[in-house]
């Protein structure tokens, strides 16, 4: 019960009941997607039905089933962005919906490689971070980090379901080359066009995410406060039509 004490807001808890964590909805406790964990799901089932090569199919399939738990709830950062409950999932679905839109119009890119590529880049962080909720840095995240953790569970994965070497060599790369330069933690630059794209996309969605956080504190007519992820740039929040 919610009382007023001295002006100030005061919680008297009149009784407590223990419940299991499967009871619990924390989108109801913890900053969350913006999208409910039904809907991002049923929108990973519908890009995974796209993707036409079998071994692909196959191959994001079994990855993502065998880490469900921790790459449909961890957020996709400690920090900076998409660093809330789902956040790693709804990041992953949202450079999956570019990725396809980007495809219709350069019809040379190889589709499959770009959802699966999409889907997987940052599996790495289910093992490179510790939770859910309140994540910080495991041991194998700290001493490995999430590209190379991706990269090993995706190779792993490949060789187990006897992937052609070819698309698995092309799929790794993906991983590894996400993050585009050296100094930002790939150990390759892109090498193909779907990594090109895939490293590009990812960049996009992250620094939008926080573009976005800031126009959240901003007034319209205002500038934001200068964003450290962003060169440390000030953006103006033009007046929106009502």
């Not at 889907?119 to 859910?132: F, M, N, Q, R």
């Amino acid at each position: 019960m919610m009382q007023n004490y001295r002006g100030h807001p005061q919680l008297k808890v009149n009784d407590i009941d223990f419940v299991s964590p499967e009871q619990v909805d924390l989108n109801r406790f913890v900053p969350s997607a913006p999208a409910s964990q039904e809907k991002m799901l049923s929108k990973l089932s519908e890009f995974i039905s796209l993707i036409q090569d079998s071994d692909l199919k196959k191959l994001t399939e079994t990855i993502i089933e065998e880490r469900k738990s921790a790459y449909t709830t961890y957020p996709a950062a400690v920090t900076v962005h998409h660093a809330y409950y789902g956040g790693l999932l709804y990041h992953s679905l949202s450079i999956c919906a570019m990725a396809i839109k980007t495809c219709d119009s350069y019809s040379f890119l190889n589709r499959d490689y770009l959802i699966a590529g999409s889907l997987l880049h940052d599996i790495g962080k289910t093992k490179e971070l510790s939770s859910a909720t309140a994540a910080s840095y495991t041991e194998e995240g700290n001493l490995l980090g999430h590209i190379s953790i991706g990269a090993m569970i995706v190779h792993e994965a490949g060789e187990r379901l006897h992937l052609p070497q070819e698309k698995l060599d092309v799929i790794t790369h993906m991983i590894l080359a996400h993050h585009g330069k050296l100094e930002f933690g790939s150990p390759k630059t892109p090498m193909t066009a779907e990594a090109f794209v895939l490293h590009q996309l990812d960049e996009l969605d992250s620094k939008l995410e926080v573009l976005k956080e800031a126009y959240n504190v901003t007034e319209e007519g205002s500038f934001t406060n200068k964003i450290p992820w962003l060169d440390s740039s000030t953006f103006f929040k033009p007046h929106r039509q009502k």
